[in-house]
């Protein structure tokens, strides 16, 4: 045998991901060193994983897409700043869960399965075909089923873990065929290449390439939790660990919309008649499951889980647009959604009272007499979630709104506004049962500084964004520019 | 004209152990359908010249995946019957939905593109060409990237794997050995005068 020239990769534009790959190898063998009493240091660690991570990957971004790896990996604009959106939802969910997990057994292989699964976002965001794309996600789920069910004493955990990886196995296999649809028709697993050969083949094709489609769409629909592919995020979100949940309901959703994003925008802009079809019956779908059934709910993570339904369905309306303003829409919702969201898991967890969380809406009357910054933080975050005016969460849905409208679809903006208007109402229950209703339990709180922080951080955001958005939208429509 | 026939002998043997699998009441013979099922399409993959890819199914998914399979089946005796229970009750909106996607992928599959025409018989590769060394040059050049993120997927299947199992009992009562051998006679006996 002749020795054979392996030319080295770039490997320059992967330098924040195998630094994560390492770092997570390092917190499981660090682990069996630590001492019982100093476990949570491993989660300090963690965090520097993620803050170092964040100034490499601004270190090594460029404002032109940058290729590696024989085309396996892309960093681009778009690329780095949902990266910085992955490191920061999975920073902050880690650090609820210093205090949540401390006496839990393995907390070690709890950081190391959540840099794991940051570890699949980050590829998927990178992805620049569908095998890249296909084993992040994969990676990323696998950490998070096994998130789901890590209190395996707890039988509710347990179930929801399972539920999560059966219909979640199913939809990666339904992803799969698609892909080997459209894999069979291109010949190519490249998105670029892939969105030439479909808009050369012929009418002969059509059948195929259309089932490919429908299924590569209904897969990645699972992952954002699109109705009617929905069904398993209630469960997994109340099952799960709460900063579990707070990981999952973030991070993974801001992976799943830029891989979404990529896919339609490169592999499949022949089709755009055709998926805005299927996306626009879906978003209404979407918006109506999530914010109707969110009403019924008692338990505040069933409704958070219900909430994120719903927002995901004013998030799709970016994709639908499809414009420049569209996909920096789908961007800055998640900014914004990225900080609510985990003010408000950050405050269920400091709310622990022996070992139950504060999950059920009557836990929180009466929060506004015993701690007033929390029932502030509280306030603002579910006015933004809202969409109230002059917070966070208003410019959120008003620039993909704006997006949609431009885009020409009218009714669908008119019909998300309604939505709004209803998902405001549960959001403000819960408003009126902090500030306006008697203690009904005692309440118990978790001393933690750093979590504390957290909420005064995620606040601030929420209110600075709200007053200030215009950097956030330039920065978000300045990475987003490259793709279209 | 005899690899045609090689074909559809194998293929067709696949589909009816497939509804073995399914439909067998006897779940070691449903494993030992799927078992067969395994042979058949790497006897496929044989008639491709994907004779590394044959071998491998064999040796992994009948020689270690379904061994397991089998250790599982026959250790935890799950009751499939009672599994099978709401079978009926599914049935009109499973078949629905089976039906349905059987008829879009016939259409899909007769649609042209997967045809002679459409996509061109490859040939049969050249004796001296070897399929081990050709996908070994590919995985660790162009594929790399994808092989080292599934090598990172194993150690997380491997990493939950432990998570989800492996737990302390803080009521089992261990043996601490160092404790028995360090043990001095003293502490065990008492000498006592009568």
Known sequence: ?484 | MIELGFFYLFSGLAVVSALGVVLSRNTVHSVISLIFCFFNAAALFFLLDAEFIGIILILVYVGAVMVLFMFVVMMLEVNFAGLREGMLQYLPVGGLVALVLFIEIVAAAGSGVFSPTGIPDPGHAAQHVNNTVEIGKLLYTKYLLGFEIAAIVLLVALVGAVVLTLRVRKDAKYQNISKQVNVNPDDRMRKVKM
């Open chain 1, 1 to 484: 045998m002749t020795p054979m020239n392996f030319p080295l990769p770039n490997v320059v534009p992967l330098i924040p991901e195998m630094f994560v790959a390492v770092m997570a190898m390092v917190v499981l063998m660090w682990d069996l060193f630590l001492p019982k009493e100093r476990k949570h240091w491993n989660g300090y660690l963690a965090i520097v994983t993620c803050i170092v991570a964040g100034v490499l990957t601004m270190n090594v971004a460029t404002a032109e897409s940058v290729s590696a790896f024989y085309g396996f990996f892309v960093l681009d604009p778009f690329a780095a700043y949902a990266k910085l959106l992955i490191y920061a939802g999975t920073a902050l969910a880690i650090i609820i869960s210093l205090d949540y997990m401390k006496d839990e057994f393995g907390v070690g292989e709890y950081y190391t399965l959540m840099l794991f699964g940051m570890l699949g976002m980050m590829l998927m965001a990178s992805a620049p075909n569908f095998v890249t794309m296909y084993l992040g996600l994969e990676l990323m789920a696998l950490c998070t089923y096994v998130l789901v069910g890590f209190q395996r004493d707890v039988l509710r955990s347990s179930e929801a873990s399972l539920k999560y990886f059966i219909l979640g196995s199913l939809a990666s296999g339904i992803l799969l065929y698609g892909i080997s649809f459209l894999y069979g028709v291109t010949g190519s697993f490249d998105f670029a290449e892939v969105g030439a050969g479909l808009a050369h083949s012929g009418s002969g094709a059509r059948f195929a390439v259309l089932l490919g489609l429908v299924f590569v769409v209904s897969g990645l629909a699972f992952k954002i939790s699109m109705a009617p592919f929905h069904m398993w995020t209630p469960d997994a979100y109340e099952g799960a660990p709460t900063p579990v949940t707070a990981y999952m309901s973030v991070a993974p959703k801001v992976a799943g919309f830029v891989i979404l994003i990529r896919v339609l925008a490169d592999a499949l802009p022949s089709l755009q008649v055709e998926y805005v079809t299927i996306f626009t019956w879906m978003a209404v779908l979407t918006m109506a499951v999530g914010n109707l059934a969110a009403i019924a709910q008692r338990n505040i993570k069933r409704m958070l889980a219900y909430s994120t339904i719903g927002h995901v369905g004013f998030i799709i309306l970016g994709v639908i647009a499809g414009n420049v303003a569209g996909y920096a829409g789908v961007l800055v919702y998640m900014t914004v959604y990225l900080f609510m969201n985990m003010g408000i898991f950050a405050v269920i967890v400091l709310m622990r009272r022996d070992g139950i969380q504060g999950e059920l809406l009557d836990d929180f009357a009466g929060l506004a007499k015993v701690r007033p910054g929390y029932a502030l933080a509280m306030g603002l975050y579910l006015f933004s979630l809202a969409g109230i005016p002059f917070l966070g969460g208003f410019w959120a849905k008003y620039v993909v709104f704006i997006a949609v409208i431009e885009a020409g679809h009218l009714y669908l903006a008119i019909i998300a506004l309604v939505f709004a208007v209803v998902g405001a109402f549960y959001y403000l229950r819960v408003v009126k049962y902090i500030y306006f209703d008697d203690k009904r339990v005692d309440f118990n709180f978790v001393e933690n500084r750093l979590m504390q922080a957290t909420v005064v951080v995620t606040a601030i955001a929420v209110v600075a964004i709200g007053i200030y958005p215009d950097p956030v939208i330039n920065i978000c429509k300045a990475a987003v520019s490259g793709i279209i």
